[in-house]
Antibody, heavy 124, light 105 residues
Framework: QVQLQESGPGLVRPSETLSLTCTVS??????????WGWIRQPPGKGLEWIGS???????YYSPSLKSRVTISVDTSENQFSLRLNSVTAADTAVYYC??????????????????WGNGATVTV | EVVLSQSPDTLSLSPGERATLSCRAS???????LAWYQQKPGQAPRLLIF???NRAAGIPDRFSGSGSGTDFTLTISRLDPEDFAVYYC??????FGPGAKVDIK
């Protein structure tokens, strides 16, 4: 069973770079069945997709955050990472990593996040 | 970019009642790209439904999903006390709807 765990600083100064890592256990970042993604949730608000990376390193970012975000994968460590630069107080949130299953079945592709980390609280 | 809206914002119901939540896409989407999640306070979201109508592993059969095109529905046939939570729809493993809260009346 795939499990994910976020790690990184809980406090980041304004204008600096937020960096988080997600460690994958029970599965592989090399899997072509998964995209690996980051989602955040500001206090009292809804979920916001930040971006995702696939097994070959292809990246997909939210248009609203694209200019500040980098997602990368380290297959040797079985980890993927998030960097968000020039942070402000508006970036204060719980940050989740998640695995998005991508599969082809009976003529259709399916995309859904079936595994999530517990979340990491980051305060700017 | 597909934008999802959800209604109502909040649904106040009693245990045993039926809950019907709506998710509307800004353009026609493939049903296979539509998923529903449940989130309780202090917890990560949990996958309920994928491909608009397929229950995820371990999800009780009181949860069902339907819809196509731009309009999708999550139905909880008889609310259990543990079902009071916030529900999100998602498209393509990316954008989320704003969420809908089901609270106790």
């Amino acid at each position: 069973q795939v499990q994910l765990q976020e790690s990184g600083p809980g406090l980041v100064r304004p204008s600096e770079t937020l960096s988080l890592t997600c460690t994958v256990s029970g599965g592989s970042t090399r899997s072509n069945s998964y995209y690996w993604g980051w989602i955040r949730q500001p206090p009292g608000k809804g979920l916001e997709w930040i971006g995702s990376i696939n097994y070959s390193g292809g990246t997909y970012y939210s248009p609203s955050l694209k200019s500040r975000v980098t997602i990368s994968v380290d297959t040797s460590e079985n980890q993927f990472s998030l960097r968000l630069n020039s942070v402000t107080a508006a970036d204060t949130a719980v940050y989740y990593c998640a695995g998005c299953w991508v599969g082809y079945y009976e003529g259709s592709y399916y995309y859904y996040m079936d595994v999530w980390g517990n979340g990491a609280t980051v305060t700017v | 970019e597909v934008v999802l809206s959800q209604s109502p914002d909040t649904l106040s119901l009693s245990p045993g009642e039926r809950a019907t939540l709506s998710c509307r896409a800004s353009q026609t989407i493939s049903s296979s790209y539509l998923a529903w999640y449940q989130q309780k306070p202090g917890q990560a979201p949990r996958l309920l439904i994928f491909g608009a109508s397929n229950r995820a592993a371990g999800i009780p059969d009181r949860f069902s999903g339907s819809g196509s095109g731009t309009d999708f529905t999550l139905t909880i046939s008889r609310l259990d006390p543990e079902d009071f939570a916030v529900y999100y729809c998602q498209h393509y493993g990316r954008s989320f709807g704003p969420g809908a809260k089901v609270d106790i009346k």
